[in-house]
């Protein structure tokens, strides 16, 4: 499966974003689909994570309240809406899937990553 994520963008403190992950060359109901992040010299860190059955959601407590994940099988699209977003939420934002799997993975155990999308919150 071949992933792509859109909707990065330069926002301020208390906007709204909503990102999308692109699935093409499988149907999305079948793939669990996850949100992680990057700084630039840090580690990825998760942000949500959908499983393939569409209902085991997970998120990281930084995010939690704020970002919802959803996935639109219709549209072989999964989506990351980030509410609330803080200067602290700027990174690279990555989607990954992988087959049949209800929870969250350890990074390596991914099918599929995409390329990412900046999100920038400036103060």
């Known amino acids: 499966v071949f992933v792509e994520e859109s909707g990065g963008g330069a926002v301020r403190t208390g906007d709204s974003l909503t990102l999308s992950c692109e699935l093409s060359?499988?149907?999305?109901?079948?793939?669990?689909t996850a949100w992680y992040r990057q700084v630039s010299g840090q580690d990825r860190e998760f942000v949500a994570h959908?499983?393939?059955?569409?209902?085991?959601?997970y998120y990281a407590s930084s995010v939690k309240g704020r970002f919802t994940i959803s996935r639109d099988n219709a549209k072989n699209t999964g989506y990351l809406q980030m509410n609330s977003l803080k200067p602290e939420d700027t990174a690279v934002y990555y989607c990954?899937?992988?087959?049949?799997?209800?929870?969250?993975?350890?990074?390596?155990?991914?099918?599929?990553w995409g390329q990412g999308t900046q999100v920038t919150v400036s103060s």
């Open positions: 060359g499988g149907p999305a109901s079948w793939y669990a």
């Open positions: 959908i499983g393939w059955n569409g209902a085991t959601i």
């Open positions: 990954a899937a992988k087959l049949f799997k209800l929870g969250p993975a350890p990074t390596n155990e991914y099918d599929s």
